[in-house]
Each structure stands twice: as structure tokens, then as C-alpha cells.
Nanobody
Framework: QVQLVESGGGLVQAGGSLRLSCAASGRTFSSYVMGWFRQAPGKEREFVAA????????YYADSVKGRFTISRDNAKSTLYLQMNSLKPEDTAVYYC?????????????????WGQGTQVTISS
């Protein structure tokens, strides 16, 4: 069974940085797409960033492009989201997700496995 455990959330001021981590276990993830999503209060869960575990291109929502960077450490089976120049509108619960796929998708319905989420709060 795939398990995803996020960490690294917190409270920071606007303009600051955070790095989220997602520890993945239960599978060999070379055939998996890994993504970050977020959900703000009263809003639907939305795509943030994704990559294929075996490598290649990375994908970002327009709202975070140039500020966030998704990466992975194969040896640690860990996915990261480096978030810089944070804005109050980045405040949300951030989720790590995984799907067994050759194609990278940006919709929540495609992902089979989800972490419990980590809260990110940006103060103005």
C-alpha cells in the first residue's frame, strides 16, 4: 500500500520561503507521477506542480511558476516542493499525491494516493 507523508508546513511572512517534503513508501515509484496540490478554505483542491518519478519535465500551475520548484530524491524516496516569494494567497493545506501513469496529469481525479496534508499559512 502506498503511503505518503507530508511535512514542512508552517507560518511564514509574505516573501518568505518554505520547503515541503513528502516521504513515499510502499512501492517502487519509478512508474509513478508525483504531484503537489493545495486546498484553501472554501475552495476546491487545485494543482500546484507535478513530475514523473523517473525524470523529465516538471509541470507547474501558472500561479506558482517561477516561485515554486518540485523535485525528488530517489535515494530517500522523497518528493519536495521548494516555495519561494510566498504570498498570502498561497495559504492552503498542501497535499502530496501519486498515480501510476506514464503521463503527467494535473487533475485530482487522476491521482490514486494522497497524503494527509500539511498546513501552509502566509501572513501579510
Amino acid at each position: 500500500q502506498v503511503q505518503l507523508v507530508e511535512s514542512g508546513g508552517g507560518l511564514v511572512q509574505a516573501g518568505g520561503s518554505l520547503r515541503l517534503s513528502c516521504a513515499a513508501s510502499g512501492r517502487t515509484f519509478s512508474s509513478y507521477v508525483m504531484g503537489w496540490f493545495r486546498q484553501a478554505p472554501g475552495k476546491e483542491r487545485e494543482f500546484v506542480a507535478a513530475l514523473h518519478w523517473r525524470g523529465g519535465s516538471t509541470y507547474y500551475a501558472d500561479s506558482v511558476k517561477g516561485r515554486f520548484t518540485i523535485s525528488r530524491d530517489n535515494a530517500k524516496s522523497t518528493l519536495y516542493l521548494q516555495m519561494n516569494s510566498l504570498k498570502p494567497e498561497d495559504t492552503a493545506v498542501y497535499y502530496c499525491a501519486a498515480e501510476r501513469s506514464r503521463l503527467v496529469h494535473t487533475t485530482t481525479a487522476n491521482y490514486d494516493y494522497w497524503g494527509q496534508g500539511t498546513q501552509v499559512t502566509i501572513s501579510s
